[in-house]
């Protein structure tokens, strides 16, 4: 049958490819065998917010914390192979002690600057590029920024939002090694469930040229935060040239319409999804600086 490359990327010839992004980004592809690719979610997906899951402070194990609050919800055990937990940043970055006290941050001339011309706390700017590597974009308040991780985002991700008591003083940064957090997380679980279910680590990135915040992954494991569906045929037949599905992120956004964003609750469990299992890293969904039209 014919390809489809209405939305295919170009070469540097201009012209449309198949062959997407490099091997070496590692991201699973129509070749993998059929066992290895994610299965139809069958039209059904069920999320379930944990209920129980107290203030975390740092050296919390948010993976204990996580099993006790799927002992307290009702309807969640047993666990399923099919569930991924989704476990937001915040409450990861707290237990990890990824938290700054803004008493202790002396700004840089920039960002007083900033902050006096923007109505911007100075030393919360000062925070956000301490954490970035990159900044791509610096005006009418809003900083858009490059971290470690290869995130480009609003603030380096650095939140002053439900902090508890002492919300105002202090923020949190993003965790060093989001997949690690995760792989944590899991690791708890399966031994304590005996289920290896998979987990994402979410937060809320804003999207270009749209209002609103959505949640996506920003660490995983037990999962690839990308499945390829180049080489592989729609329902029609035809042979898909640039479908690479963002399943990570789509279960990270699905969960957070159980969670909201003043409700308390930090982790839900996502059903059915049926992403592509495996062990994957977040590195797999970052796309490569070669293919930024904007640089």
């Known amino acids: ?17 198949s062959a997407g992004l490099p091997s070496a980004a ?3 592809s129509a ?19 944990l209920e129980g899951i107290p203030e975390v402070v740092a050296g919390d194990d948010v993976g204990l914390l996580i099993c006790d609050a799927l002992e307290r919800t009702a309807g969640v055990l047993p666990l399923r192979r099919d569930d991924v937990l989704v476990v937001t940043q915040k409450i990861v970055s707290k237990a990890e002690g990824a938290v700054v006290d803004l008493a202790d941050v002396e700004p840089r001339k920039e960002a007083a600057a900033f902050g006096a011309r923007w109505d911007r706390d100075p030393r919360q700017v000062e925070v956000v590029l301490r954490e970035a590597v990159r900044v791509v974009r610096m005006d009418r308040g809003v900083i858009i920024t490059e971290t470690r991780h290869g995130f480009v985002l609003a603030n380096s991700g650095v939140d002053a939002s439900n902090m508890g008591p002492r919300s105002g003083g202090i923020v949190t940064l993003l965790p060093r090694d989001p997949d690690a957090s995760a792989a944590a997380i899991r690791s708890t679980v399966r031994g304590r469930h005996g289920v290896d279910v998979a987990v994402v680590i979410s937060d809320s990135f804003g999207r270009p040229w749209r209002w609103g915040i959505v949640d996506v992954a920003i660490g995983v494991s037990g999962l690839h935060p990308v499945e390829d569906l180049r080489g592989a045929e729609d329902a029609d037949g035809r042979v898909m040239r640039s479908t690479i599905r963002g399943t990570a992120d789509e279960v990270a956004s699905a969960a957070e319409l159980a969670l909201g964003k003043t409700a308390g609750r930090p982790v839900a469990i996502v059903r059915g999804a049926l992403p592509l299992r495996g062990e994957g890293s977040i590195g797999e969904a970052i796309m490569p600086g070669s293919f930024d039209l904007f640089r």
């Not at 049958?1 to 449309?16: E, I, N, Q, S, Y």
């Open 1 to 17: 049958m014919p390809a489809d490359d209405r939305d295919a990327p170009p070469t540097a010839a201009g012209m449309p490819s």
């Open 31 to 49: 070749d993998e065998p059929a066992h290895a690719r994610a299965a139809d979610a069958g039209g059904r997906v069920e999320i379930v917010a």
């Open 26 to 28: 590692g991201i699973p």
